[in-house]
């Protein structure tokens, strides 16, 4: 059994800045690729940032420049520092990663944190 658990969540105000964790627990021998996605109201989820386990990553261009996607292996955890936040960031914010346990390599979900942007 795999877990992701996200925290950092919040309201900011335009302009302000958030970091976002995901720390994976359970029976894992090792994690491929991590990622974050988001989805807004009425709008499909969409990939925000994603970095692989040798740390390379990727991200969306409406978050280049902004958005910086982290990872400690060591802990499992995977890291997004948004600044510059625009109202349009708004979303729920979801974990994702690829883990490998004892049986099987399956991509795991996290449950989501709320980022609200407004002043």
């Known amino acids: 059994q795999v877990q992701l658990v996200e925290s950092g969540g919040g309201l900011v105000q335009p302009g302000g800045s958030l970091r976002l964790s995901c720390a994976a627990s359970?029976?894992?021998?090792?994690?491929?690729?991590m990622g974050w996605y988001r989805q807004a109201p009425g709008k499909e989820r969409e990939l925000v940032a994603a970095?692989?386990?040798?740390?390379?990553?990727n991200y969306a261009d409406s978050v280049k420049g902004r958005f910086l996607i982290s990872r400690d292996n060591a802990k499992n955890t995977v890291y997004l520092q948004m600044n510059s936040l625009k109202p349009e960031d708004t979303a729920v914010y979801y974990c994702?990663?690829?883990?490998?346990?004892?049986?099987?390599?399956?991509?795991?979900w996290g449950h989501g944190t709320q980022v609200t942007v407004s002043s």
């Open positions: 970095i692989t386990s040798g740390g390379m990553a």
């Open positions: 359970g029976s894992i021998v090792s994690i491929n690729g």
């Open positions: 994702n990663a690829g883990v490998q346990t004892y049986f099987r390599t399956n991509y795991y």
